[in-house]
């Protein structure tokens, strides 16, 4: 099925990082969720550079433009800001796999897990 691009979708997709990160970390503390992509093998990520990646998305019509190529049969994931917080971020330190967000088209943002913690800290520390 093709996914349809709605306008909001289209104008984060042409800010530039600094924007579409900010956005990312505000639409996340407004959902408290974070969407990610699963297959038949589990989560997705993808490997550059010898590095590897674990991409995320604050809306799952991000993610689902991402449903082609490698990651055709892969189907949105929901996870809750709070479990991604307390433990991906450690995890996928542990691990030594990179975050990148808003993947699309070859590219992401790719950041630094205690520089996420902290930045999605300081956006739910705005809710309460």
């Known amino acids: ?27 996340i503390a407004d959902y408290e969720e974070v969407w990610a992509l699963k297959d038949e093998e589990g989560w997705v990520s993808l490997r550059m550079n010898e590095e590897s990646f674990f991409p995320v998305w604050p809306k799952a019509e991000f993610a689902e ?21 307390q433990n991906w971020i450690p995890g996928l330190k542990e691990d030594g796999i990179r975050v990148t967000i808003m993947w699309y088209e070859g590219s992401g ?17 705005q809710y309460e």
Do not use: P
Request: glycine share 4%; proline share 0%; charged share 40%.
């Open 65 to 85: 433009l991402c449903i082609s190529g490698d990651w055709q049969g892969a189907r949105c994931e929901v996870i809750e800001l709070d479990e991604f917080l």
């Open 109 to 125: 943002i790719d950041v630094d897990w205690d520089g996420l913690s902290r930045d999605i800290e300081h956006d739910l520390e």
């Open 1 to 27: 099925k093709s996914v349809v691009m709605t306008k909001e979708v289209e104008n984060v997709l042409k800010l530039d990082n600094f924007k579409k990160y900010r956005y990312f970390l505000k639409k």
